[in-house]
T-cell receptor, first 112, second 115 residues
Framework: DAKTTQPPSMDCAEGRAANLPCNHS???????VYWYRQIHSQGPQYIIH???NNETNEMASLIITEDRKSSTLILPHATLRDTAVYYC?????????????FGKGTRLSVIA | NAGVMQNPRHLVRRRGQEARLRCSPV?????VYWYRQLPEEGLKFMVY????????ESGMPKERFSAEFPKEGPSILRIQQVVRGDSAAYFC?????????????FGDGTRLSIL
């Protein structure tokens, strides 16, 4: 089962920042937080991941609380093409690769 | 989803036939994962392979399903004697060798329809 909790849906106005929350209160010290999104009829797209520090790349920013029990994915200027289901996933990192456990995600609708 | 190539994109089979789904990982990636997404549901892990080895098949049904990732060529997910319940989107992902926090990159999937 997924170790994360996300709101089932959110709306965001085009051009505004989209802030997608995720709770992972049982996260372990060696687990990373990953974000993926799935646009209709496509495969999941990797967005960003982090352990405890905030991270930023060309797509988004990831803010992780100091206690690591929750995080927020920020799309700074949402466009219509950002409409998708966004998945927050915690995953053990270590000597090997482990599968991703997807929950139900948040369906983000960007509105013109 | 640049890099991971899956084919065919759409596959139609009749009940009792075999389905073969192919996945070519990102060049240089030696880890391959298969996931299944039933209609209106999230993705579920099926199997994790490295070249010539199955590492974790805990999510794969014990009957009719098999997977391989040979030394040369794509990874293959094979479903024998398909049934209606096998209708789903099957996604392949790959990641490189290295630290375990390497993200997986997905293909656009094969949509399997069983008549």
């Amino acid at each position: 089962d997924a170790k994360t909790t996300q709101p089932p849906s959110m709306d965001c106005a085009e051009g505004r920042a989209a802030n997608l929350p995720c709770n992972h209160s049982t996260i372990s010290g060696n687990e990373y937080v990953y974000w993926y999104r799935q646009i209709h009829s496509q495969g999941p797209q990797y967005i960003i991941h982090g352990l405890k520090n905030n991270e930023t790349n060309e797509m988004a920013s990831l803010i992780i609380t100091e206690d690591r029990k929750s995080s927020t994915l920020i799309l700074p200027h949402a466009t219509l093409r950002d409409t998708a289901v966004y998945y927050c996933i915690v995953r053990v990192a270590g000597s090997g690769n482990t599968p991703l456990v997807f929950g139900k995600g948040t369906r983000l609708s960007v509105i013109a | 989803n640049a890099g991971v190539m899956q084919n065919p994109r759409h596959l139609v089979r009749r009940r009792g036939q075999e389905a073969r789904l192919r996945c070519s990982p990102v060049k240089g990636h030696s880890h391959v994962y298969w996931y299944r997404q039933l209609p209106e549901e999230g993705l579920k892990f099926m199997v994790y392979l490295q070249k010539e080895n199955i590492i974790d098949e805990s999510g794969m049904p014990k009957e009719r399903f098999s997977a391989e990732f040979p030394k040369e060529g794509p990874s293959i997910l094979r479903i024998q004697q398909v049934v209606r319940g096998d209708s789903a989107a099957y996604f392949c992902a790959s990641s490189p060798v290295g630290e375990g926090n390497q993200p997986q990159h997905f293909g656009d999937g094969t949509r399997l329809s069983i008549l």
